[in-house]
C-alpha cells in the first residue's frame, strides 16, 4: 500500500486592529485605512497578495504579517500562502475585503442656531432651553463615528473645554449644557465647532464646510426695583 504523503495545514488568525475576518466573509474598511493582517504562525514565509484596492507593495512583505493601505473603493480579494524550509506550500486563503468611500462630517442642514437664557448664578437654569440639541451629518466611511468638539466664544475663546462623544451614528445629536452666564445688558453669542471626527476603524473624517453652530444667551434679568415685604 502506498504511503500517501500528508501535507499539514496552517492555521490563519487574520488580526486587523480590533477586527478578526475569517474565508468567504468580508471585512468593510475606510478609504485610506492602514490595515494590518496577520498569521498566527511564524513558521513559513508567506506570499501575499490583492487583485485590486491598494498601491501597498506586498511582493516585499514575506512576513506572518502584512500592513494593506487600502485607497480604492469596491470589493476585493486578499490572499495568502505559506511556503517552509522544503519550499512545499500550503493551501491559499482568501478574504473578502470591502472598502467604502472616505467619511465627511457636518451639522444636519434642519439642525439650527439655538436662542436660550442666562444661567443664573449657581447653575440655575434662567428660561428657554437647559441644552442644545444638534443633529450630526455624518456620511460615509465604517460607522459609529467618535466626534470632538468645543465651544467657543466671541473672540475664539474656548469656554467649554474639549469633548468627544463616542459611537454616533448619522442623525443623532450632541448635546450642549447652556450653562452660560451672560450679565453685560446684551445678547452674546457663542460658537459650537466640530474639530475632529473619526471613523470605527480609525480613519479621520473629512470636516465639510457646515461644522459651527451658534447659541445666542440673552442677558439675564434682574429686579432693579425695592421689594417691600407687606
Known amino acids: 500500500m502506498k504511503n500517501?504523503?500528508?501535507k499539514s495545514l496552517f492555521t490563519l488568525a487574520i488580526v486587523c486592529l480590533g477586527y478578526s475576518a475569517f474565508?468567504?466573509?468580508d471585512q468593510t474598511v475606510t478609504k485610506g485605512k492602514s490595515q494590518s493582517y496577520k498569521v498566527d504562525d511564524e513558521g513559513l514565509t508567506y506570499t501575499w497578495n490583492v487583485n485590486g484596492?491598494?498601491?501597498s507593495?506586498?511582493?516585499t512583505q514575506t512576513g506572518?504579517?502584512?500592513l494593506i493601505d487600502w485607497s480604492i473603493e469596491g470589493t476585493w480579494d486578499l490572499t495568502v500562502f505559506g511556503t517552509d524550509a522544503n519550499n512545499c506550500i500550503t493551501e491559499t486563503r482568501t478574504?473578502?475585503?470591502e472598502v467604502v468611500g472616505a467619511a465627511t462630517a457636518n451639522f444636519a442642514g434642519t439642525s439650527g442656531p439655538v436662542v436660550t437664557c442666562s444661567d443664573l448664578n449657581g447653575g440655575l437654569p434662567g428660561g428657554?432651553?437647559?441644552e442644545s440639541l444638534f443633529a450630526l451629518d455624518l456620511k460615509g466611511g465604517v460607522a459609529p463615528y467618535d466626534v470632538t468638539y468645543e465651544v467657543r466664544d466671541a473672540s475664539s475663546a474656548v469656554v467649554q473645554a474639549s469633548k468627544t462623544v463616542t459611537g454616533i451614528a448619522d442623525g443623532e445629536d450632541i448635546t450642549i449644557t447652556n450653562d452660560f452666564v451672560n450679565t453685560s445688558g446684551g445678547d452674546e453669542v457663542y460658537t459650537v465647532v466640530i474639530t475632529k471626527v473619526i471613523t470605527k476603524d480609525?480613519?479621520?473624517v473629512t470636516l465639510g464646510a457646515d461644522v459651527t453652530r451658534t447659541i445666542t444667551v440673552h442677558s439675564k434679568p434682574t429686579i432693579s426695583g425695592t421689594i417691600s415685604l407687606n
Open 23 to 25: 474565508a468567504q466573509v
Open 95 to 97: 478574504f473578502q475585503i
Open 53 to 55: 484596492g491598494t498601491v
Open 64 to 66: 506572518n504579517t502584512v
Open 202 to 204: 480609525g480613519v479621520n
Open 128 to 130: 428657554l432651553l437647559d
Open 57 to 59: 507593495d506586498l511582493t
Open 4 to 6: 500517501l504523503l500528508k
